[in-house]
């Protein structure tokens, strides 16, 4: 499976319908996920280009249905829309479901564990005393209550009555009405949890060590909210990771010239991967082994793909020279993939830098220091100049932080592992 989109809804238009704009019949047989039930609008459009399926997060739908009090018409507008969305549901091809699995009970637990091992944690404890990582207990703390307003609804009455009003009565009934509460309370929990390992901490941000050249927009750093945003995006993929021992993901943006329709802006995606074993290998294929094994031919690091290149070769779009493109990578770009970024054309790099300099038996990390001609960006306390888009796009969010609606689209042609 390979993404090809990811888009939020504007001022304007909602995220489905931004979908069309963007990529029109190319939706055929795509998946759509969207993170509230998609309106009418939206729907017809996506249903007749042909879509496989639409899974959506069932909570507040995409014409709120919680402002009764406040505005009755556009409650009974969101109910007749509601029954629109039912009738174009039932008649279509397209799967229009819920998509929502009861996670292993360990995520949570791993995902701290293996978050406060991570550069960005490290590089921040590095200047506490004792070199302790109490921060990142406060920050997750924060992130989970701002992803429950956002994500959940409190009142089970409310929330029972919007599943009613948008067609899943079956879900209002115990024990599917607390299992679907429950699994929607967990994933929120894992999604805080990965998202506080990219912590909101003083005066730690992605900056550059470099003096930046002001003229040239395209070395200058993006908002932090945005960096740590994409950021976010690029540790949930090192999820998916092949290694057991080390999970890397990257994620590739880009900004065009102009301002488009688009809730995020000018950036627009371009690709993701995560490191894995070559594209329809089995688990015992190939070898599994870190440097610490002795023999050099069990060892994994000639045979796993870099999430990087993962990132480059199932991307969706070109990297055009002209435009400012940025990969966002959790640990420090090796030196196999140091000269493909810059080959690539890509501007800058987000990351990780713990390994910068370090030289192992099967993996160095010796080039991205010395790499030149694209700006690279790490998690440093010390903000060297503001950068001019911090100043410029004080209110530009490019998240689904914010109450519009997001979507993501995979499409089944090739395999992302
Ligand atoms: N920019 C990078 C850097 C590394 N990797 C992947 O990360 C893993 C690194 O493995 P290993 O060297 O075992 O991890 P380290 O964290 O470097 O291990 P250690 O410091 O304990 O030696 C490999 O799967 C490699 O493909 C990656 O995808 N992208």
């Not at 969101?78 to 091809?93: F, G, M, Q, T």
Request: aromatic letters at 8%; hydrophobic letters at 35%; charged letters at 25%.
């Amino acid at each position: 499976m390979t993404i090809i989109g990811l888009h939020c809804s504007s001022t304007d238009l909602h995220a489905g319908q931004i979908a069309l704009i963007k990529h029109g019949s190319r939706l055929k047989n795509c998946d759509l996920y969207f993170s509230r039930k998609p309106c009418s609008t939206c729907l017809k459009m996506i249903v007749n280009a042909g879509v496989s399926r639409i899974s959506y997060w069932p909570a507040d739908p995409e014409i709120s249905l919680q402002s009764e009090a406040s505005n009755p018409v556009t409650t009974s507008d969101a109910k007749l829309d509601a029954k629109a969305v039912e009738r174009l549901k039932s008649n279509s091809r397209a799967r229009v479901c819920v998509l929502l699995q009861p996670l292993v009970c360990y995520m949570v637990q791993f995902i701290e564990e293996t978050s406060t091992k991570l550069d960005f944690i490290q590089k921040i404890a590095k200047s506490q005393p004792d070199f302790n990582t109490d921060f990142y207990t406060a920050c997750r703390q924060e992130r989970i209550k701002e992803y429950e307003s956002l994500f959940l609804i409190s009142n089970e009455e409310t929330h029972k009555q919007i599943l009613m009003t948008i067609g899943l009565e079956n879900l209002c009934e115990n024990p599917y009405f607390s299992n679907l509460r429950q699994n929607m309370k967990d994933l929120v929990l894992v999604l805080a949890t990965v998202a506080a390992s990219v912590p909101v901490f003083g005066c730690f941000g992605f900056y550059s060590n470099e003096p930046q050249p002001t003229n040239e927009t395209c070395h200058q750093g993006l908002p932090q909210e945005i960096a740590r945003h994409c950021m976010v995006q690029a540790r949930l993929l090192a999820y998916r990771t092949e290694d057991h021992k080390t999970g890397v993901g990257a994620i590739i943006w880009a900004e065009e010239k102009s301002r488009s329709c688009d809730g995020t802006g000018a950036m627009y995606f371009v690709g993701c991967g995560y490191n894995a074993f070559p594209v329809g290998s089995e688990y015992a294929d190939f070898p599994h082994m870190d440097d610490k094994q002795k023999d050099r031919e069990i060892r994994k690091f000639r045979y796993i793909i870099h999430a990087e290149q993962n990132a480059l070769t199932f991307r969706c779009r070109e990297i055009k020279p002209d435009e400012r493109s940025m990969i966002f990578v959790t640990k420090c770009p090796c030196d196999e993939c140091v000269p493909l970024i810059k080959g690539a054309g890509i501007k800058q790099i987000y990351a990780g830098d713990i390994d910068a300099g370090k030289k192992k038996a099967d993996i160095s990390y010796m080039k991205f220091d010395e790499l030149e001609g694209v700006s690279k960006f790490t998690v440093n306390g010390v903000q060297k100049t503001k950068s001019i888009d911090d100043q410029q796009h004080q209110n530009k969010k490019l998240s689904l932080l914010h109450s519009c609606s997001v979507l993501f689209i995979t499409q089944p042609v090739c395999t992302l592992k």
